[in-house]
Nanobody
Framework: VQLQASGGGLVQAGGSLRLSCAVS????????IGWFRQAPGKEREFVAG????????KYADFVSGRFTCSGDKASNTVYLQMNSLKPEDTAVYSC?????????????????WGQGTKVTVSS
């Protein structure tokens, strides 16, 4: 199983980025993709997640309507559209796959992890 996260970069505060997570090698239709982030000196935290069916989506409270998680089953890709970015959103963002068919913020429930993509928001 491989997860390839991409789309990070440098953006000014108030700007937008769209992260992508390409999933390959997982044969079941029942899984969940979660987005997590880790800022320097801080613990990893849950950002958002979506079930493979797209029927379940969950966001961390700090998202406050700024991010949208969506999926494209045809390409096995999950997206995280991030708008109104703030300097405190600066972190390495990673996607992970859970075999549970519900969105959980518990990182230990995610079995497979991608390598992460760096997001830097300047003030």
């Amino acid at each position: 199983v491989q997860l390839q996260a991409s789309g990070g970069g440098l953006v000014q505060a108030g700007g937008s980025l769209r992260l992508s997570c390409a999933v390959s090698g997982f044969t079941s239709d029942y899984y969940t993709i979660g987005w997590f982030r880790q800022a320097p000196g801080k613990e990893r935290e849950f950002v958002a997640g979506i079930t493979a069916s797209g029927g379940g989506v969950k966001y961390a409270d700090f998202v406050s309507g700024r991010f949208t998680c969506s999926g494209d089953k045809a390409s096995n890709t999950v997206y995280l559209q991030m708008n109104s970015l703030k300097p405190e959103d600066t972190a390495v963002y990673s996607c992970a796959l859970s075999v549970y068919h519900f969105v959980t913020s518990d990182s230990y429930r995610y079995r497979y992890w991608g390598q992460g993509t760096k997001v830097t928001v300047s003030s």
